[in-house]
């Protein structure tokens, strides 16, 4: 559970990125491990993978959002919830 723009958000569905994890991901993930901004802050928006949902940095590392519950909404898909919400790059989720 985080925050949205003032909103609870549940997180349903994830899975973490990163060369930690790269050996237990499945190919298709584990390919997508972007580079980590050395500035990135925790909640930070750091990419989008087209048609699968928002990467976020987190105090363990990356984390790709695969669906999510906005309050009083249905869940979504990571990417519905980035298309339907306008996410940005850079974007923090988690109260800033």
């Known amino acids: 559970m985080t925050t ?18 790269q050996d237990q ?7 997508l491990a972007p580079e980590i901004p050395e500035t990135a802050k925790l909640g930070e ?6 048609n699968i949902g ?10 790709l959002l695969r669906e ?3 309050s ?4 979504a898909s990571g990417w519905d919830f980035a298309n339907g919400t306008r ?3 850079g974007e923090l989720l988690g109260g800033s």
């Open 45 to 50: 928006v750091i990419t989008m993978i087209k």
């Open 4 to 21: 949205f723009r003032g909103q609870s958000l549940k997180v349903k569905a994830s899975a973490p990125i990163g060369q930690a994890w």
């Open 25 to 31: 991901l499945p190919t298709e993930l584990a390919a």
């Open 87 to 89: 996410l940005a790059i």
């Open 72 to 75: 009083g909404k249905k869940a």
């Open 54 to 63: 928002p990467i976020v940095m987190t105090g363990d590392g990356l984390l």
């Open 68 to 70: 999510v519950q906005l």
